[in-house]
Nanobody, 118 residues
Framework: QVQLVESGGGLVQAGGSLRLSCAAS????????MGWFRQAPGKEREFVAT????????YYADSVKGRFTISRDNAKNTVDLQMNSLKPEDTAVYYC???????????WGQGTQVTVSS
């Protein structure tokens, strides 16, 4: 079965950095668009960043543009999210997402907690 396993979350002070990683198995990774979403307490899950199968043209939410960088390694079946200049409002559970283009299957990881203290 498909598994997406996130790692790298934790507690960091404002202005600090964290790197999240998502390891995928059970799917043809290179065919999927990969993304990161987050959900803060009391809020809906929101889009953070996405990257196509080729790794070109990553796309970011305005709130993280210039601070976060998404990347993928199709040989290792991993997608990373480098988060710099973290702010308290970045505090959330971060979820890895795999989406097969054109209305195909979508999968979610279990999430990893990121907490940014002021």
């Amino acid at each position: 079965q498909v598994q997406l396993v996130e790692s790298g979350g934790g507690l960091v002070q404002a202005g600090g950095s964290l790197r999240l990683s998502c390891a995928a198995s059970g799917l043809t990774f290179s065919m999927y668009t990969m993304g990161w979403f987050r959900q803060a307490p009391g809020k809906e899950r929101e889009f953070v960043a996405t990257i196509t199968w080729s790794g070109f043209n990553p796309y970011y939410a305005d709130s993280v543009k210039g601070r976060f960088t998404i990347s993928r390694d199709n040989a290792k079946n991993t997608v990373d999210l480098q988060m710099n200049s973290l702010k308290p409002e970045d505090t959330a559970v971060y979820y890895c997402n795999a989406n097969f283009p054109a209305g195909g299957n979508t999968y979610w990881g279990q999430g990893t907690q990121v907490t940014v203290s002021s």
